[in-house]
């Protein structure tokens, strides 16, 4: 017999102003973090990058009295690298810098087939980049879980933000599947069909959220985001941590996706709420600069706005 379990209603928009509830979902992450942390005796792990996510979970843990060991990944030069490093000598922090492309030596032909196999069996083929890379992300995983620490994961912050970035007016789910899930041109063969194809995806969108098709509110389309299009990226994601150790998203957490879904879609726009949650957490950590071009201490300039708005 098939058991279907009730969908989760998307919550209605809460009422208050922004400081308020970004308030509320600071002090919801914080005790669900502080819980996982307090079982693992403060040992944590966090790939720091130059974006919203890892800052803010970086600024939780500090908040809750945790500091985990940082890694930043990346060449010397990119983005993430130079902003975590501008954090880390700042804050006084100790941060590990790693360039996967130095993890692993160029692997000799005779070898390949070895490789191969290797990351196959490790990932069950579901290995992001593919199977024919050198083990460098492998061997960044066992680093992230040294001495039985718990991986912190940014991931799932996206939902505090207009990650879709959607203007605020109805939509549809068939819009989206057309706008997000896109095939590259010469990757399918002639006897594809996009259209049905989006349509498809679309179908499953409707049949998640429990709406009928057609359009849906831009409050209610916020939920596409973590409850299906972030679903098949995390299950991989949590998958092959698990093969080295355990992994956690605070804001990946149910009652966490329940608090961003509420949030009124304006507050979101430009990363302000997410801003505004760091600025709670860790005042300290959102003065300073982001690979956005500003720093989280105040409301995204106008120029990003702009931007946003253009996209």
Known sequence: RVHQSGRPVVPRPATGDRRTLAGKAVDVLSESLSEVCTAFAGRA??????????????????????????????AAQSPDVVVAQHIAQREGLSLQHIDKSELCPEVAEADYLNVIRQNYLDADGMLPGGIFKPPAEAIARRLRHRDGAVALHGGGGEAFRNFFGLPNRSTSTLAIAKLFFRVPRGVATPGFSEASYAM????????????????????????????????????KELTLNARAGYCYMPMFEAEAVRVALAMPVPFKDHGNLEAEMIRIADPALARHPSNYGHNFSGDAPARQACRDWLM
């Open 200 to 235: 498809a995806i679309a179908a499953k969108m409707d049949a998640m959220l429990g709406t009928p098709a057609g359009a849906m509110s831009r409050h209610d389309a916020e939920a596409l985001y973590p409850r299906f299009r972030y679903r098949f990226w995390v299950g």
């Open 45 to 74: 792990s966090l790939a720091l990058s130059g974006g919203y996510d890892t800052r803010l979970v970086l600024g939780l843990a500090r908040r809750i009295g945790v500091m985990p060991d940082l890694f930043v990944y990346g």
